[in-house]
Nanobody, 123 residues
Framework: EVQLVESGGGLVQAGGSLKLSCTASEFLPDDYAITWFRQAPGKEREGVSCISMYTSRTLTADPLKGRFTISSDYYNTTYLHINSLEPEDAAVYYC?????????????????WGPGTQVTLFS
């Protein structure tokens, strides 16, 4: 089974940019979708952005469009680019894999999760 590990989190200044990485233990199959989720303290986990390894199509949560971009090398690493960081972006960011060719931001579709990477903001 594919194992996922996130990296790139840390302490960043509000207004800045960040690039998170999700590295898989092996080549990502064509029938996988990789999605980034996040969970802030006291809040439910929410889907951020998804990419399909099969179609290359992406899906980003409407409130986050324009600042969040997902990309992949289509080998074993998927990235989340975040621009104009806002205090509300502080959260633990997770990547997850689902066996589906179509993107979904529903966490119930995902069977493999990374341990998460913390993003903390300062002003």
């Amino acid at each position: 089974e594919v194992q996922l590990v996130e990296s790139g989190g840390g302490l960043v200044q509000a207004g800045g940019s960040l690039k998170l990485s999700c590295t898989a233990s092996e080549f990502l199959p064509d029938d996988y979708a990789i999605t980034w989720f996040r969970q802030a303290p006291g809040k439910e986990r929410e889907g951020v952005s998804c990419i399909s390894m099969y179609t290359s199509r992406t899906l980003t949560a409407d409130p986050l469009k324009g600042r969040f971009t997902i990309s992949s090398d289509y080998y074993n690493t998927t990235y989340l680019h975040i621009n104009s960081l806002e205090p509300e972006d502080a959260a633990v960011y997770y990547c997850a894999a689902a066996t589906t060719t179509r993107c979904t931001l529903s966490e119930f579709a995902y069977h493999r999760w990374g341990p998460g990477t913390q993003v903390t903001l300062f002003s």
